[in-house]
């Protein structure tokens, strides 16, 4: 079946400008994740949504990051003001959680970069 | 506050003979653990996982990995490498009272030669 998608591969953008990345999860995954991967900080962990309950926002690095998910599916990772070290790849995944722990399945990612 | 530690950052190994990456952690619960891999360019592959049970977990690609509780280490392990199993792997773990994130290691880049 279909994987986890994530648009667009590539993202070149201006300092100081908006940027949305969007993340498809696997059908009937009801938890979806967020993560980071740079050269410097490695894969760090974002935000993650699960069903109805109120996402752990614990690992947004600041309030320039925000994220949503609209009807338990789609999701949509913003970045405000855009600064040189928001440079990464970002990727999302998704798992199933009821009964679980699940493992989580990545989408290719999305290589920003912020010139 | 949890951790993963991956203290090689590569790891050499001829084809053939056996791989070890390793891998230990820190949490403070009951650690779920996990095993990806990373080709070029590419997203993160599961491997395999260890939730709880029997301590050596077998996994895709001829991989297995051996949870050793005492040690808190998660080694990831092939009896015979190939030359296609050279990416960037990563070990991850969960703590069961934290939720579905997971912590990464810093990934350790695996070269095989033939």
């Known amino acids: 079946g279909a994987g986890v998608s994530q648009s667009p591969s590539n993202k070149v953008t201006e300092k100081g400008k908006d940027v949305e990345l969007r993340c498809d999860p696997i059908?009937?995954?009801?938890?979806l994740y967020w993560y980071r991967q740079s050269l410097g900080q490695g894969l760090e962990f974002l935000i993650y949504?699960?069903?109805?309950?109120?996402?752990?926002k614990s690992g947004l690095p600041s309030d320039r990051f925000s994220a949503e998910r609209t009807g338990g599916s789609v999701s949509t990772l913003t970045i405000q003001r855009t600064q040189q070290e928001d440079s990464a790849v970002y990727l999302c995944a998704s798992s199933l959680e009821r009964g679980g722990p699940y493992e989580q399945y990545f989408g290719p990612g999305t290589r920003l970069t912020v010139t | 506050a949890q951790s993963v530690a991956q203290p090689e950052d590569q790891v050499n190994v001829a084809e053939g003979n056996p791989l070890t990456v390793k891998c230990t952690y820190s949490?403070?619960?009951?650690?779920?653990l996990f095993w990806y891999v990373q080709y070029p360019n590419r997203g993160l592959q599961f491997l395999l996982k260890y939730i709880t049970g029997d301590n050596l977990v077998k996994g895709s690609y001829g991989f297995e990995a051996e949870f050793n509780k005492s040690q808190t280490s998660f080694h990831l392990k092939k009896p015979s490498a190939l030359v296609s199993d050279s990416a960037l792997y990563f070990c991850a773990v969960r703590d069961h009272n934290q939720g579905g994130k997971l912590i990464f290691g810093q990934g350790t880049e695996l070269s095989v030669k033939p």
């Open positions: 059908s009937g995954h009801t938890a």
């Open positions: 949504f699960q069903g109805n309950s109120a996402p752990d």
């Open positions: 949490v403070s619960g009951n650690p779920y």
